[in-house]
């Protein structure tokens, strides 16, 4: 794709819905409120795993103001966001899985009342044994021990196991040897919107839910599913999300009690969960622990690399098919790797389950990787960039798992931002108690496969052009703040050559807007720019047949710029947008078209190859400025160089704007954030206090440096930007403390304690379970299938 | 499942009588009936339909909800609106100017500061109480000004960059 003049695409301009932010009238789900609405809670199992022997309700209904209450009995249908493991009930049926477990729920006059109510619900538990723990749940190998019945192996939710290339030789060929533990505490998204749904049904037997998702339509899905409703009956509305992360993109138990309750009630039924609430709903972070061994010759050169992971799921499924996949996929990505094999196991615990956040499954292996390339480096005697710089995966190539990288701006992004941090200058050269550490990642711009399968497309675009020149852009995308809604405006806008406050967008509604997967696996701008630019194409080619008509210009002559369709050659010779929809109008009838988007097919076929593939590779690299004190543990983060290939920046403001936002949250990973349990499986931190993030005084200065590729699948050459550049700052701050005080932390968050204990020499190196993993599915680079590239 | 038809009125207790308040809102006096356990975010919100406010965690440490009282940010979350009879209360619907965007809705909005929005209402004040008693702010000052509030979007480079071409706005104004 040869590179455009363009007159919104790539210009620092404000969201179109930024001012409506800034003003307050932007309404969230909580801000909704219709007549006669009645307000929602849940009561939830205070015990780790117990069963339920019996559930008294009346004296809650008795209370005056409570209008009904339900229990896992009124909605026995399983359901869970992946098909192949839909393991949960909207309320617990026989069994609580984890402390906040919702096991009733209650509609009443007003929250206080419903939440006098859910302390008049009486259950009759058996307390069964908590599984708190990785090891716990591998060694609970018992019948009578399961968390669930239906998975093969107790308390393993999914094990896999995969074999690419020429291991042993790979091995065998080796000069050193590295092996290396490493674990990934478990943390959460905390969007600071509290999950709030409200639901109406009818009139007509019609059901009407909003909800703060990010993920509408598997909302609809699962509603339809759960109540035995088709979804021609159920419109589901996600308003503007004030914040996800990936923690908003399951179906959740108060979207189906809301519905279910506003079908038995007569009346609208909103659930606003308490910040409490959010902790234990979470589907944040998966604590991983992690094995790495690696093949490297003398020069630093990697022949293999062996690599397991172990992910404490919690009390369901959730995405955490997909999350122990993620933990092994994208290592190929990054740097040439000939050889590799990766064994994963996800096991149930009883805690709440674990799913996306931000990097879904891959930051935790990054974190494994990037510091053993920084020991092997340092061992070698290597620069620990030119050790990658030797060996970075080429653009156009099929990795040894066979994923397709089609570009890569590995290389600029390692160069730029060691040229921006000064890195050879400061690399083992900074007075003691000070350090810089480095390290690179990639990521996907959106899934190559839908969460559940089918042959339709991921993305799909309508646009209707009104007489008066009006264009409005409908799509099924979600903003969750990221600005997808501006995505569209900007793509259309380019494409018609209007401004983008132009163009009106509606997104998120299954009644009015076609069927986009979601926001998540930073999947949107792509994917909803290709639909977009289709759907203008197909209008295009209609305005520019009746534009030539009414001006007498050959069509290849016209363009569309600044509001007008005009001659090329005599740009005064023009019509204006609207007089061009008019004369289309007038010849065609009226004007509306669509598009749709599918990702390309990647060459690896073997079974468990849909999850890693992406229509284009997002890379980005960190360099990271520390200070260590020696008597109290404590880090301060000097600054931050975050380098990453966005494609082409859309909007470079935007992407800025998310790249610095994947750098504060990984920040936060990598420092202080943890969600952790107690032996009584309660949650240790959930409110915003204990749980630390990040404030505006822990925040240093980060300097961004985009990189631009032009990615032939993406619109305009776009790439993802919202999530990739999380990846390496947790690992370069690792680094940065080794190169500060001298001492490894293979684990996060990196907190005060643990630096104390490495430099009395009493940290003590991660232990990883052993486990008796499947055999390995074997598959080479040739077996794959032949894909078609574009240029 | 249980369904409950006909159902009395809760409000009818002692403790839960209302009492009429009159609060000096965005530079208007409004009159509400409250209970006197109401917080002043619960009466924004819930009575006088000034959603614009949020709530982050009702518990006071996020800062979601913050609005200014008689100039000072103050967690509506925590205080109480029977509290407050007599005071000015200004909301993020308050801060404009005769229609038009307050220079820190502008800044805010032009640099990108709000992503997904939820906890801008409160730092648009808070920055407004700053830049109110100290127009030309440095960055350490903007950013102890707005330590109290928690934004996961931004990682709040852009949000003290706007607060600062604000700043630099009313200068040239």
Redesign the interface.
Known sequence: MSRRNFSVIGK?L??I????????????A??LEFPRMCYGKLFRCPHPHARIREIH??RA?AL????????G??LPQKFGILPATEDEEALAVEKARFAGDPVAAVAA??EA?AEQALKLIEVDYEILKPILSIEEALAATDESERIHSWNRRANVQKAVSFEFGDVAGGFAEADEVFEDTFFYQGNT??????HCAIAVYGPGDKLTVWSSTQTPHYVHRALAKVLGMPMGRIRVIAP??????GGKSDPFSHELCAAKLAM??GRPVKFTL??EEVFYVHRGRHPVKMWIKTAVKKDGTLKAMHFRSFLDGGGYSSYGLASVYYTGALQTVTYHLPAYKFEGARVFTNKPPCGPKRGHGTPQPRFAIEIQLDKIAEKLGIDPLDLRLKQLVEPNTVTVNGLRVSTTGLRECIEKVAAAADWKKKFRKLPDGRGVGFAASAYISGAGLPIYWNKMPHSGVQIRLDRGGGVTVFCGSTD????SDSILAYAVAEEFGLSPNDIRVFTADTDLTPVDLGSYSSRVTVMTGNAAIQACGKLKTILLQAAGEALEIPGDDLEFAEGKVRSRSYPKKALSFAECVEAAEAKNGTLGATGSYRPPRHPGNYKGAGVGPTPAYSFSTSIVELQCDRDTGEIKIEKIWIAHDCGTAFNP??V??QT??????ALGEALMEEQVFRKNGLHKFP???DYK?P???E?P??ETILVETNDPEGPYGAKEAGQGPLLPVVPAVANAVYDAIGVRIDEVPITPDKILRALEGRYKRITVPTFDFPAPIKWQPGEGIEVQQKA | MAVKRKIKNNNGSAANRKRLLRLHVNGETKEVAAEDNKTLLEILREDLKLTGTKHGCEVGECGTCTVLIDGEPALSCLVLGVEYEGAEIVTVEGLKRGGAPHPLQKAFSDLGAAQCGYCTPGILVTAKALLDKKPHPDREEIKQALAGNICRCTGYTKIIEAVELAADGEAKR
């Open positions: 620092p404000p969201k819905d930024a001012m409506g932010k800034c003003t307050g009238e932007t309404p969230y909580n801000d309700v009346e209904l005056e103001g409570v209008y009904a209450v339900i229990t009995a009124d006059v007003s009342v998204h905390l969007p600071l919107e509290q503007p999300v004030g914040g996800g992360f038995v009630t308490s910040r969750i703040g990221q600005g403001l935007l800025e704007g610095e936002g994947s750098v504060y949250m409110s915003m206090l993030s404030t505006t005084l925040t200065e980060i």
